[in-house]
């Protein structure tokens, strides 16, 4: 469904998107409906599990030109098997806990199809890693991560160690990007030009031994 535009760039990134939406195997296109805005992307419409619904999101990653992604797909289940919240809780259970990556400290809830993620555990990528596991478990509607990262001595050196990563990294333009640490939590400012970039400038201040909440204020400038 083409909804209109307000500027000659605006209908281009809808353009680009429907293309990148009907490339994406994952997605059915043609149930998502797609408005663009002074650079940011909405999307509406129903898919059939929230895989497809982290797919779509996942593609507009891929878009060059878009600032932002308002994701508001409602995860409408295809499937004739009715699956209980007692079911999703069962797997997301055994899935946790035979996860090597995931702590024995993370715990979930099921309600609605809504699996809430608790705990605390010492790394970023723990928490992510626990997310990914419950979240193509049949039936699920949405994850809620909640679990949070164990309070640490913060070094007088944090801010320039996530400086240091960030210019390691070949994705990311770190001339453009300041960094600042306040109590455990990293603070980057600055610009880059995809919301690719800045997902990858926060995954790697996530690394930091230092920090617990990243505070990502990064401006998407495509242009």
Request: charged share 25%.
């Amino acid at each position: 469904m083409i909804i209109a535009t307000r500027t000659r760039s605006d209908n281009k990134i809808h353009s680009l998107v429907l293309a990148e939406l009907e490339w994406t195997p994952e997605i059915d296109a043609s149930e998502v409906e797609v408005e663009v805005e002074a650079g940011v992307v909405t999307l509406s419409g129903e898919v059939g599990d929230y895989f497809e619904y982290l797919a779509a999101s996942r593609a507009m990653r891929r878009v060059h030109g878009i600032a932002g992604v308002q994701n508001r797909l409602t995860v409408l289940p295809r499937s004739a098997r009715w699956v209980t919240d007692t079911d999703i809780g069962r797997v997301a259970e055994r899935v946790l806990t035979w996860s090597a990556n995931i702590p024995g400290t993370v715990r979930s809830r099921v309600e609605g199809g809504c699996v809430t993620l608790t705990g605390q555990v010492d790394w970023h990528f723990q928490r992510e890693a626990a997310e990914r596991a419950v979240e193509n478990i049949r039936g699920v509607h949405t994850v809620r991560n909640e679990v949070t990262l164990i309070p640490r001595p913060v070094s007088e050196e944090a801010a320039e160690r996530i400086r240091s990563a960030l210019f390691r990294d070949p994705q990311v333009d770190a001339g453009r990007i300041s960094v600042s640490v306040v109590g455990n939590t990293a603070v980057l400012t600055g610009y880059v030009k995809s919301l690719m970039e800045k997902t990858q400038a926060g995954e790697a201040a996530w690394s930091s031994p230092d920090v617990t909440t990243i505070d990502n204020r990064l401006d998407v400038r495509p242009y």
